[in-house]
């Protein structure tokens, strides 16, 4: 079955794997949309999703922590209030009408949040807002679970426009928001569906996932030096806002 994967889908999910990981995302979302534009079941988007967002921050995770770049306290803090609401977004059972739309919808936000400017401020002069971040932690996780996504595209622009930290530690904090929330939705879309329609769709995509390691790995290694960070955003929003476009179209 693995072998049907079609080889365009597999050149778009490289792809946006190259992109998202350049800016620090998982690109949940729009691994979800690219298989929904595809015809796949709508209740095995999130699995699918998650598992290449999981496969794509891993790695960007483990090289802020070992540049001490997570700024973990609160990391940790902003991620163990989503954690368990993603869980339970992830056992929440919706129609596929309502999970398109809101994926849709998840998608032209995740455009627009990209083209918003990102400024370098410094943890030392955070708004008298980014004390309230934590409030916003467990909708997005809940968010995430529900749709397959990791949540950090919607987290990291609150995080700059508050001035939480500085650009990089924001960068970091995000990636490892995208991990834990997507390995809690995961565990709650298990809950729901059962490890065998997991492995099942695992077994199937293994193509995609394969795409998402490499073009994960470029995408944060090499695609940053090569290209204009704000080229690259802009790029990125392009494709969500097309894909994202197009799935609302077609309700």
Not at 112 to 132: E, K
Request: charge should be positive.
């Amino acid at each position: 079955m693995a072998g049907l994967v079609p080889l365009a889908l597999v050149a778009a999910f490289f792809v946006t794997a190259l992109l998202y990981a350049a800016v620090g995302f998982g690109g949940g979302s729009t691994y979800a949309a690219l298989l929904a534009l595809s015809g796949l079941d709508y209740r095995l988007l999130p699995l699918v999703a998650l598992a290449c967002n999981i496969v794509v921050v891993t790695g960007s995770s483990v090289r802020f922590a070992r540049a001490s770049i997570t700024p973990w306290r609160g990391a940790i803090i902003l991620t163990s209030l989503a954690a368990p609401a993603a869980f339970l977004g992830g056992m929440t059972p919706i129609s596929q009408s309502s999970f398109l739309l809101l994926l849709g919808a998840s998608l032209l936000l995740t455009g627009v949040t990209m083209l918003l400017p990102i400024g370098q401020g410094g943890d030392a002069n955070p708004t008298r807002y980014a004390r309230f971040m934590p409030f916003a932690a467990a909708p997005l996780g809940y968010l995430a679970g529900l749709v397959g996504i990791g949540g950090g595209i919607f987290l990291a622009p609150l995080l700059h426009l508050t001035r939480w930290h500085n650009a990089r530690a924001i960068a970091a904090t995000a990636s490892f928001f995208i991990l834990v929330n997507s390995l809690f939705g995961l565990a709650g879309q298990l809950a729901k569906h059962g490890g065998g329609t997991f492995a099942g769709a695992v077994y199937e995509s293994l193509p995609l996932l394969l795409a998402v390691a490499v073009g994960g790995q470029l995408g944060s290694l090499f695609a940053a030096r090569l290209f204009p960070p704000r080229i690259i955003r802009w790029l990125t929003a392009a494709l969500v806002i097309w894909v994202g476009a197009r799935l609302l179209l077609g309700l």
